[in-house]
């Protein structure tokens, strides 16, 4: 029970801490795009990111550095608060380094598609007009 108290802990205090730096990063790149019509901000922390768990992952996995609770902490809570495409690309690139391709384009499109097809949806019906 104690371990998993920490575990939560970890994962929630890098939640907060990624969603803290997705704000800051975010801000900062709108005020410097201003209101260009393009989602630069969101793209900005997308692609850091990307960048972060792939520089992380490496570290941990081929490497040995850190423990599983930083891994926790920084993977699920830190990235996971600051983004969670980058647990998709990361997903998306373990699939292919083994060469599941049906699963990488399944992976694609299930997100891709999938999640623009829900959003829309989910906008759909919170936008009738009733009566």
């Given at each position: 029970m104690k371990v998993a108290l920490?575990?939560?802990?970890?994962?929630?205090?890098?939640?907060?801490?990624?969603?803290?730096?997705?704000?800051?990063?975010?801000?900062?790149?709108?005020r410097i795009h201003g209101t260009s019509g393009f989602p630069y901000g969101t793209l900005a922390v997308n692609l850091l990111?990307?960048?972060l768990i792939g520089i992380l992952a490496g570290l941990m996995?081929?490497?040995?550095?850190?423990?599983?609770?930083?891994?926790?902490?920084?993977?699920?809570?830190?990235?996971?608060?600051f983004t969670t495409f980058s647990t998709f690309g990361y997903e998306t690139l373990m699939l292919m380094r083994?060469?599941?391709?049906?699963?990488?384009?399944a992976n694609?499109?299930?997100?891709?598609?999938?999640?623009?097809?829900?959003?829309?949806l989910g906008y759909a019906?919170?936008?009738l007009e009733l009566g």
């Open positions: 920490v575990h939560a802990a970890a994962v929630g205090i890098g939640g907060f801490l990624g969603a803290l730096a997705r704000y800051g990063l975010g801000g900062l790149v709108h990111g990307c960048l996995e081929e490497r040995q550095m850190f423990a599983p609770e930083f891994r926790l902490f920084a993977l699920v809570g830190i990235l996971g608060g083994d060469t599941d391709y049906l699963r990488v384009v694609v499109g299930f997100h891709v598609i999938g999640g623009l097809l829900l959003v829309w019906v919170t936008t």
